[in-house]
């Protein structure tokens, strides 16, 4: 969890942690101390890479990956996420991701597309009304950040299997605390957990698709909003 800091030192925190616009927005709107916590919507999937064997993905891959904020190209965020989606193929043993530039012969690259959304208009108001609470728990005190991740594997020499894929996600930040059961972490480990997700589910993809005659592109799902939560 994030300890409570004073207005310079948590934007600064959320900056260079975080990377959330609409967190930045609902900080600035405090104008004082404050803590937060983020957790993964509970309507949509949390899978691991942890969980897939190495020959999901080809021995060797190259890496490339974009980042927009509400249609807003980020190349510092990109470079971000290029170092923990990086991380977490390498961490669960599925690949070694090597530079494009630097390899010789062909080699298959991962292309991964960051599409985050959010309502800063939303951040401010849920400041405000944190400020004029007084902490009570008459404020929501939440912000909502929606991601579609794009992934395709560029160059691959099984056609068998999937290239293409959509996955969504979302990661809501409060100052209340979350929904009874949910884990709260801070906003940089849940952002990790959405990619270690949408990558596994990628590889699960391929790895079904494998036995199909043609290359399959997977599209979003819709989150699943039943009350059942045994997965």
Do not use: W
Not at 60 to 75: E, F, H, K, M, T
Not at 188 to 206: E, G, S
């Amino acid at each position: 969890m994030n300890a409570p800091r004073f207005l310079s030192e948590a934007c600064g925190y959320v900056l260079g942690r975080c990377r959330s616009a609409a967190v930045v927005a609902l900080v600035v709107s405090l104008g004082a101390c404050a803590t937060f916590d983020s957790y993964l919507d509970p309507a949509y999937t949390r899978y691991t890479l942890q969980n897939h064997p190495p020959e999901v993905l080809p021995d060797r891959i190259g890496l490339q990956v974009s980042y927009q904020a509400n249609g807003v190209v980020d190349p510092t965020r990109a470079e971000l996420a290029h170092g923990r989606v990086k991380t977490l193929i390498e961490q669960a043993g599925v690949s070694a991701v090597v530079p494009v530039e630097q390899s010789e012969g062909a080699l298959s690259v991962l292309d991964v597309h960051v599409d985050h959304r959010f309502d800063a208009d939303q951040a401010v108001r849920a400041g405000v009304a944190t400020g004029a609470s007084m902490g009570l728990d008459l404020a929501t005190n939440a912000v909502r950040d929606e991601f579609s991740i794009g992934l395709k594997l560029l160059g691959d020499d099984d056609e068998e299997r999937v290239t293409q894929g959509l996955y969504e996600h979302a990661i809501v930040t409060t100052m209340k605390g979350g929904p009874p059961g949910i884990e709260l972490v801070e906003y940089d480990i849940a952002f990790d957990r959405i990619m270690d997700d949408a990558l596994a589910k990628f590889v699960h993809d391929r790895q079904v698709a494998a036995n199909r005659p043609t290359a399959v592109i997977v599209l979003p799902e819709p989150p699943d909003l039943s009350e059942d939560d045994s997965r």
